[in-house]
């Protein structure tokens, strides 16, 4: 199993930035990436972080946040810039395993504000 806590949103202008965290605890993730889901919206991908450093990006989201990874501290992080009210959602980690097995995190609420 992997357990999975992120940490870094909150309140902010439109225009400010935000870093997010997620931790993972338990086993090693091959892939470790960024969600999003707005009320009333379905979750969407965002970013995703390979064990190699290798990364993807939604196209909505290039040029204004940014994916890094830790592989020591087993940290995937996400640089938030240039934020808009309708980044506004609650924002999930996403883990995969080397056998594709996935779990989420509980979520970390941002908040834009105009």
């Known amino acids: 199993h992997v357990y999975l806590v992120e940490s870094g949103g909150g309140l902010v202008q439109a225009g400010g930035s935000l870093r997010l965290s997620c931790v993972a605890s338990?086993?090693?993730?091959?892939?470790m990436g960024w969600h999003r889901q707005a009320p009333g919206k379905s979750r969407e991908f965002l970013a995703e972080?390979?064990?190699?450093?290798?990364?993807n990006y939604a196209d909505s989201v290039k040029g204004r946040f940014t994916i890094s990874r830790d592989n020591a501290k087993s940290t995937v992080y996400l640089q938030l810039d240039s934020l808009k009210p309708e980044d506004t959602a609650v924002y999930y980690c996403k883990g995969r395993t080397w056998f594709w097995d996935t779990y989420w995190g509980q979520g970390t609420q941002v908040t834009v504000s105009s």
């Open positions: 338990g086993n090693n993730c091959s892939t």
């Open positions: 972080s390979a064990w190699d450093g290798s990364t």
